[in-house]
């Protein structure tokens, strides 16, 4: 399979590493000094563009692959609040889009465990609910998309919970979100549910980048030929 990557960060350096890896060839890279390279004529050879880039360009990128037929598997963040129009310019153009806030496996199986446990503690309202997400200093978007996708399953499973917020907060109605940029950290996620009696708590501690780069790579394996909106729970059949 040839694949573009869009954007050439650490991320896509290890992204790259396991796509040649897999046998795959990228036929395309595009960063910040050669924007102008995403273009229709070098798309032509791309079967799937992997774009791991900067909210304030993702937009773009994603409408320069549409237009040219080219599937976009994506997991920048900070820029959701388009995903509607982002979904319309891609079935306009009969094309494919992945996206996924964290392309980790153990993630997403910590998603649905975060599910389950939100609506085993729906009725208890003893418990104060807060997250905490950790992440090196270098991330761009606070809190981070993993974070928020969790506080949205949260939201689905328990309907006193309304909102989230990037701060502490003290009211019963929103999920209060803290956001720590330290280090090298890949990225750590929790889940706190608080009493006076006892403390109950989820977390996941990535290690490294190469689980989030494997699950991308897979999922453009995934994509090459379809056209849609497509996530995770596809791509791991979590619905079925």
Not at 110 to 121: E, G, S, V
Not at 189 to 214: C, M, N, P
Request: glycine share 8%; charged share 25%; with cysteine.
């Amino acid at each position: 399979m040839n694949l573009a990557l869009i954007g050439y960060g650490q991320m896509g350096k290890e992204i790259e590493k396991i796509a040649l890896e897999r046998g795959h060839q990228i036929k395309l890279i595009v960063d910040k000094d050669n924007q102008g390279d995403l273009n229709e004529e070098k798309l032509s050879e791309v079967d799937v563009a992997i774009e791991f880039s900067r909210p304030e360009s993702a937009f773009e990128n994603y409408k320069k692959c549409f237009q040219c037929k080219v599937p976009v598997v994506s997991g920048t963040t900070g820029w959701l609040e388009k995903l509607p129009e982002v979904i319309s310019i891609c079935e306009k153009n009969q094309t494919g889009f992945f996206y996924a806030s964290n392309f980790s496996l153990g993630v997403n199986l910590f998603f649905q465990l975060n599910r389950h446990l939100a609506k085993q503690m729906a009725p208890f309202t003893d418990y104060r609910l807060l997250m905490n997400e950790i992440h090196h200093i270098r991330k761009l978007d606070a809190p981070s998309g993993t974070a928020i996708t969790l506080a949205e399953g949260i939201m689905a499973e328990n309907p006193v919970k309304k909102s989230w917020c990037n701060h502490s907060s003290e009211n019963s109605t929103e999920i209060p979100i803290i956001s720590f940029r330290e280090g090298e950290i890949p990225g750590t996620h929790e889940i706190i549910y608080d009493s006076q009696v006892d403390t109950i708590l989820i977390k996941h501690e990535a290690k490294s980048r190469k689980g989030f780069a494997l699950g991308t790579v897979v999922a453009a394996e995934f994509m090459q030929g379809k056209i849609g909106f497509y996530g995770m729970n596809d791509l791991l059949k979590l619905n079925e």
